[in-house]
């Protein structure tokens, strides 16, 4: 059994109401975009596995690609 959490970048370096775990209980973090260095210092210390799909970084040059053709601020 693996546990595996998948959690947007906004998340990342955030108090939260409840305490679920100590990070060492997850197999593998999934998200968007790379943590800071100290958060992803702390995930590779506790054996954590980080994943950014390559898809979301294109989405992401994507979308600010849009932004600034069309004159939208970031």
Same mark, same amino acid.
């Given at each position: 059994?693996?546990?595996?959490? +998948?959690a *947007? /970048?906004?998340?990342?370096?955030?108090?939260?109401? $409840?305490? @679920? &775990?100590?990070?060492? +209980?997850? *197999? /593998?973090?999934?998200?968007?975009?790379?943590?800071? $260095?100290? @958060? &992803?210092?702390?995930?590779?210390?506790?054996?954590?596995?980080?994943?950014?799909p390559?898809? $979301?970084?294109?989405?992401?040059?994507?979308?600010?690609?849009?932004?600034?053709?069309?004159?939208?601020?970031?």
């Amino acid at each position: 059994e693996r546990v595996v959490v +998948l959690a *947007d /970048s906004s998340k990342f370096g955030r108090n939260a109401f $409840a305490h @679920i &775990g100590e990070l060492s +209980l997850a *197999d /593998s973090v999934i998200t968007e975009t790379a943590p800071a $260095a100290e @958060i &992803g210092a702390a995930l590779a210390e506790a054996g954590v596995e980080l994943l950014i799909p390559e898809a $979301a970084e294109d989405r992401g040059a994507e979308i600010e690609d849009r932004r600034a053709d069309s004159g939208i601020p970031g």
